[in-house]
Nanobody, 127 residues
Framework: VQVVESGGGLVQPGGSLRLSCTVS?????????IGWFRQAPGKEREGISF????????CYGGKVQGRFTISTDIAKNTLYLQMNSLKSEDTATYYC????????????????????WGQGTQVAVSS
């Protein structure tokens, strides 16, 4: 399974970005959950948002709830993260990940639960 992120960049506070993640062999036969983590310098990798491909349930971390939206385009094998009202504390490297994580465990998922990772895309929020 190949995972490739894109869409990062520099944006001013209050601005928006949309991250994309193209995943090969997209579908529940290979992994149940896909989503986004981020890691700021000197900090641990944290879960941002996930979607379960079986029941389409989504969840968001508390810091991004109401500002970020996760979605998929099955026809394009692509996962998106729409990020609005960006803040300086959103500055990080964002990673797309896929794994056989059950829906009930998805919202508290740790990085170790995911098998496939992209190389990361950097997001910088600064004026």
């Amino acid at each position: 399974v190949q995972v490739v992120e894109s869409g990062g960049g520099l944006v001013q506070p209050g601005g928006s970005l949309r991250l994309s993640c193209t995943v090969s062999r997209f579908g529940v036969d290979n992994y149940a959950t896909i989503g986004w983590f981020r890691q700021a310098p000197g900090k641990e990798r944290e879960g941002i948002s996930f979607i379960n491909l079986k029941d389409e349930r989504t969840c968001y971390g508390g810091k991004v709830q109401g500002r970020f939206t996760i979605s998929t385009d099955i026809a394009k094998n692509t996962l998106y993260l729409q990020m609005n009202s960006l803040k300086s504390e959103d500055t990080a490297t964002y990673y797309c990940a896929a794994g056989s994580v059950a829906s009930i465990l998805m919202c508290g998922a740790s990085p170790e639960m995911f098998d496939y990772w992209g190389q990361g895309t950097q997001v910088a929020v600064s004026s």
